[in-house]
């Protein structure tokens, strides 16, 4: 397992994981490797029961193991931010300037969320928000956001969200929204956080 999670590409793989299920093309094209070595670094996973396939006609699906294996990625990450002096730079300079929230408390957000006071979006990949997405939340992938503006209050607090701290796409989300005037934040979170802290998802 120790030899499993030594490379950088295979936690990013288990980071993409932990957004839905995924073919080994999907997984190479996300993870800008070729077929070849994506299915190399899966079968180590695999190898150490972090994550299971299934095939379809041609097609080898990949999935995590256990909903712990997202536990477990964002220990190790989250280990490795309280530790490591150049990654805590490193994710200061990429979060800079859009409105993280990492201290906010979650459930307190979801509680705003239900009551209609806050705006959570989810700017992943229409996929990866149908597999699962935090409660509340309404998918606006980050490509589409520009074109959908409209559908945002331009009143309410807007907090947007994609894979986690490590991911740039609520950051630009941010950037859009803030653009067009409105109070938007970035949400540290994803959904292997989520489940990380034994809170709901909606599937």
């Known amino acids: 397992m120790g ?9 990013e793989l288990l980071e993409l994981l932990c957004q839905c299920e995924m ?26 029961n972090l994550v299971a396939s299934r095939r379809e006609g041609k097609n080898i699906y ?4 256990t909903e712990d294996v997202a536990g ?7 280990l490795a931010e309280e530790r490591l002096l150049d990654l805590q730079a490193a994710l ?33 990949p229409e996929n990866e928000y149908a597999a699962a997405h935090l409660p509340y ?7 589409e956001l520009k074109k959908r503006i409209a559908e945002i209050p331009f009143d309410k607090t807007v907090i947007a969200y994609c894979r986690g701290p490590f991911c740039l796409f609520a950051s ?11 109070d938007a934040h970035r949400l540290d979170d994803g959904v292997a956080e989520w489940l990380a802290h034994g809170l709901n998802i909606e599937h």
Do not use: C
């Open 23 to 48: 073919n080994v093309e999907q997984l190479a094209q996300s993870a800008e490797i070729s077929v070849k070595l994506a299915s190399a670094h899966l079968n180590v996973l695999k190898t150490a």
């Open 62 to 65: 990949y999935r995590l193991a």
């Open 92 to 124: 200061a300079g990429m979060v800079s300037g859009s409105g993280e929230l990492a201290r906010l408390d979650r459930e307190a957000l979801m509680r705003e969320a239900e009551r209609g006071d806050i705006v959570v979006i989810d700017v992943r």
């Open 72 to 78: 477990f990625w964002v220990s190790i990450r989250t």
């Open 172 to 182: 630009e989300a941010v950037k859009i929204l803030k653009n067009e005037g409105i």
């Open 3 to 11: 030899k499993a999670v030594s490379s950088p590409k295979r936690l």
């Open 137 to 143: 939340a309404r998918s606006i992938p980050l490509t």
